[in-house]
């Protein structure tokens, strides 16, 4: 293809920009009775925004604090390699970089890690699930597609709070940019539905022995993947992809 001047690098958060899982790394380290309490709850079909939201609220009722969360999030395992290889791309004029995060995360723990990691300018635009602290100091959490409101009807596996696919064509919509490729780097299920809308000269970087390595290797003949797919395990491979843009 001719020369890039220009691509979109989405990110989805959890175990792909970070390298752990902000829901359940609070209560693993804050309260593993609520993080029993999680997967218990999982178990039973509760959906997985509304799990969060609960044990949120729990763990403010047992004492835990604000600072106490936000200090969770700053200790979070975020790969040196990671925060280079985002950091270079941000910074080279050609081609110019533009970032974008998908994630079933919430605003609060994002815009925290991320400026824990000096990285709070990267994204252009975080589409994640919307958050606040309330007055006395609990987490107030809810889905992107509310509770109760019409659903999205993702026909390709995505969760009910969230079309990350669906959010991917709405931010293209809205900006109205073209881009000489497009990256994606994820590790979900739910990170499949948008790699489908990528054309040939984009590429997926997919995360090695979760979820999203499983569909794109199982459903991407099925639903007619068109895109390159790169497998990476450690934040230093993305690095290193990065790098050769």
Not at 7 to 15: A, E, H, I
Not at 26 to 52: C, N, Q
Not at 192 to 215: S, Y
Request: proline share 4%; glycine share 6%; with cysteine.
């Amino acid at each position: 293809m001719a020369s890039v001047q220009s691509q979109l690098v989405v990110f989805d958060f959890d175990w792909s920009l970070a390298d752990q899982d902000t829901d359940r790394w609070i209560l693993e380290v804050l309260d593993i009775e609520l993080r029993r309490k999680m997967r218990t709850m999982e178990s039973e079909g509760v959906e997985w925004t509304d799990v969060v939201a609960q044990t949120m609220k729990e763990l403010h009722a047992r004492g835990g604090t604000r600072e106490q969360v936000e200090e969770a999030l700053r200790i979070m395992p975020f790969h040196p390699a990671m925060v280079r290889g985002v950091k270079r791309l941000k910074h080279q004029s050609t081609p110019k970089t533009t970032f974008l995060c998908l994630s079933a995360s919430n605003t609060v723990y994002i815009s925290t890690i991320l400026k824990a990691r000096g990285l709070e300018e990267l994204f252009d635009v975080i589409v994640t699930n919307p958050a606040k602290w309330s007055d006395d100091g609990c987490l107030e959490l809810e889905r992107r597609v509310a509770k109760g409101g019409p659903p999205h009807n993702c026909p390709n596996g995505c969760g009910p709070n969230m079309c990350k696919g669906a959010e991917l064509d709405a931010y293209l919509e809205r900006t109205g940019q073209k881009f000489d490729r497009m990256a994606y780097v994820g590790d979900g299920s739910n990170d499949f539905c948008p790699i489908l809308r990528f054309r040939k000269q984009d590429v997926a970087l997919v995360r090695k022995g979760r979820a999203l390595e499983t569909r794109v290797k199982h459903e991407a003949e099925k639903y007619g993947l068109k895109c390159q797919v790169k497998y990476w395990a450690g934040a230093w491979e993305v690095e290193e992809i990065f790098n050769a843009f």
